[in-house]
């Protein structure tokens, strides 16, 4: 089997892998490598201590080869129609928002063009994007959201054919434009080594988390929506506003070799939300950021209305995860459905909890075919929760969602299944091993555990594992479960060790 793989191709980056499958994030050892062009020239050489890497500055309607050892890639990029800079569009450094120039130029562009913004930071307002572009940020650019929110137009709670366009956790809002955003587009590339800051930092945005202001709530970094086959690659995105990468009804979306950072204390700053999407990949990411790392998300029920289908297909791997309240987390907003979700291969540290199952009575929907592989977490608190007693919404803590007596079974009532975790280790695990949670009248099913091996956290304080009512303080907890079934246990260790509780 070859080392190198093909992950995705632009006009002028390719992002590859090597070693992915014996590695998480970091590669165990510093791989050289060398880039060759059709006359065997040497065109860009380097050095990969991560898993998945971009290589930049490549020309379009080009074949390369990679070489690595023994090993050899062949390398396309893609056909170009013609590359437009930006500053030759009217952008400048000087100027107080670009958004004019570069939307001009945006929307004069060919199929098949490329938008490239060079070395440079350029304060922009929010940017529309449309169908077969590609926009390069190169080495050294600076695209960065203007701190003023009257530079950014607000977007809709539904387009106007009824479909949903504005999205504030699960619910059909008004929001206000994201820095980019792409809306009913096919063929799209967001990639180079350049920087996408929210400027959130400078801005007034993490000060209402919760509210609305001027009618709207806030923005997203990227906003992706109603799209297909959209690919962003190379990039470093910091500073968001709120999510910082959001996808949404989308069907092929490929995020690689990113960087997503935001500042520990900014509220409901999640890395990247896949919500109501199919087909999407998550590959070779480092998040370090205030809330989930990464939280896949179906709508919920709601008066305004929400999204009406499921997010399935989702395949994370290669990743590292370091801060945030979760690594992978799915809910609260579940209720259209989220199956068929593989995390591998991945490396968290230092977050609350490891994989994270959030729902509650009132959202419907189900939580199927869940795998975690081949993981390794480091100082994470709680590896893997599933709560059914989550206290979101006005709500949250009313008898209705709290009780621990069964309820009649409706179409309101959520169901949690197949959750399979294998070949994972944890150490320094503060309050437990595991953590299941069902609801009396709908308990999780079809928990499987496999070579799951855990050490403990010697300065560990008692806390609860997850968020609801009645939790009892733990620290150094085994396999908690209250109404959670069990296909499999095998290859537990836990060290010290303890007795795996269960009920």
Not at 155 to 166: I, M, N, Q, S, T
Not at 194 to 217: M, Q, V, Y
Request: charged share 20%.
């Amino acid at each position: 089997m070859s080392r190198l793989a093909l992950i995705a191709v632009s006009t002028r980056t390719a992002t590859v892998s090597i070693d992915a499958e014996q590695s998480h994030f970091l590669l165990a050892e510093l791989v050289d490598w060398r880039l060759i062009n059709d006359e065997s020239e040497t065109v860009a050489t380097g050095v990969a201590d991560q898993a998945v890497f971009t290589i930049h500055d490549l020309q379009p309607s080009t074949r390369y080869r990679l070489l690595c050892d023994r090993d050899e890639l062949d390398i396309n990029t893609s056909r170009e129609s013609t590359l437009v800079n930006i500053v030759d569009e009217g952008a400048s450094l000087e100027l107080d928002d670009n958004a004019p120039r570069i939307q001009a130029a945006i929307n004069t562009l060919p199929n098949g063009a490329t938008l490239v913004i060079p070395a440079g930071t350029f304060r922009s307002g929010p940017l529309f994007l449309k169908s077969n572009m590609t926009l390069l940020l190169e080495e050294g650019a600076v695209l960065l959201g203007h701190e003023n929110r009257k530079h950014y137009p607000i977007l809709p709670a539904r387009h106007a054919d009824g479909r949903v366009l504005g999205t504030w956790e699960g619910v059909a809002e008004a929001c206000f434009a994201s820095l980019i955003t792409a809306i009913d587009c096919q063929n799209l590339n967001i990639t180079g080594a350049g920087l996408i800051n929210g400027g959130a930092d400078a801005a007034d945005w993490w000060t209402w988390p919760k509210e609305t202001r001027d009618g709207a709530r806030r923005p997203r970094t990227l906003f992706v929506s109603h799209s297909d086959h959209v690919q962003v690659t190379g990039l470093t995105i910091c500073n968001s506003p709120s999510w910082t990468v959001h996808p949404v009804f989308c069907r092929d979306f490929l995020a690689a070799d990113l960087r997503i950072s935001n500042d520990p204390h900014s509220p409901n700053t999640d890395g990247l939300n896949p919500e109501c999407s199919r087909d999407v990949r998550l590959v070779g990411i480092h998040f370090s950021v205030g809330d989930d790392c990464i939280a896949i998300k179906a709508g919920k029920r709601d008066l305004k209305g929400g999204l009406d289908q499921p997010c399935e297909g989702i395949l994370i791997e290669n990743c590292h995860m370091q801060r945030g309240h979760g690594g992978v987390v799915i809910g609260s907003e579940m209720s259209g459905t989220v199956r068929d979700v593989t995390i591998r291969r991945c490396s968290l540290r230092a977050t609350d909890r490891g994989l994270r199952i959030k729902t509650r009575r009132g959202r419907g929907g189900q939580v199927s075919n869940i795998s975690l592989d081949d993981c390794y977490m480091d100082q994470v608190a709680t590896p893997l929760v599933i709560n059914a007693f989550y206290f979101c919404d006005a709500d949250g803590k009313s008898d209705y969602v709290q009780s621990r007596s069964a309820l009649p079974v409706t179409d309101a009532t959520p169901k949690i299944s197949g959750i399979h975790l294998r070949n994972v280790v944890a150490d320094n695990v503060g309050i437990a091993a595991a953590a299941f949670y069902g609801l009396p009248e709908s308990p999780v099913t079809g928990i499987s555990i496999e070579n799951y091996r855990v050490t403990f956290d010697p300065n560990a304080k008692p806390d609860v594992p997850d968020m609801a009512c009645g939790f009892i303080p733990l620290r150094h907890g085994g396999i908690i479960a209250e109404n959670a079934e069990f296909d499999r246990r095998d290859g537990i260790v836990l060290t010290p060790s303890l007795q795996s509780v269960s009920a």
